[in-house]
Nanobody, 119 residues
Framework: QVQLVESGGGLVQPGGSLRLSCAAS????????MGWYRQVPGKQREVVAV???????VYAESVKGRFTISRDNAENTVFLQMNSLKPEDTALYYC?????????????WGQGTQVTVSS
């Protein structure tokens, strides 16, 4: 029905930058929330940044000042600009979307894109 397709992950040196993209495709009436989570093996999945339809942005304390989330409303796409990357940012990053569809509200997860910060 609706799919989230992530891209932009990869290997980057400490201090470098990456830009993640997540595109939601399908019959979507509107977007309530889209955002990014990350997970390291053996740890809980955690919120990185989310953007709410009203314009509110929420960031994890660990990424404030370094990461920026943005959204292209017309294309149902969310981006995560990651600057000044640190080794501790290494994780599998997941896109998440809470959407309004014909049948009601639905939540989706992407498959994840790996971000590795290493020299």
């Amino acid at each position: 029905q609706v799919q989230l397709v992530e891209s932009g992950g990869g290997l980057v040196q400490p201090g470098g930058s990456l830009r993640l993209s997540c595109a939601a495709s399908g019959r979507i009436f509107s977007v309530n929330v889209m955002g990014w989570y990350r997970q390291v093996p053996g740890k809980q999945r955690e919120v990185v940044a989310v953007i709410i339809s009203g314009g509110r942005l929420v960031y994890a304390e660990s990424v404030k000042g370094r990461f920026t989330i943005s959204r292209d409303n017309a294309e149902n796409t969310v981006f995560l600009q990651m600057n000044s990357l640190k080794p501790e940012d290494t994780a599998l990053y997941y896109c998440n979307a809470n959407l309004n569809e014909a049948g009601g509200v639905r939540e989706y997860w992407g498959q994840g894109t790996q971000v590795t910060v290493s020299s």
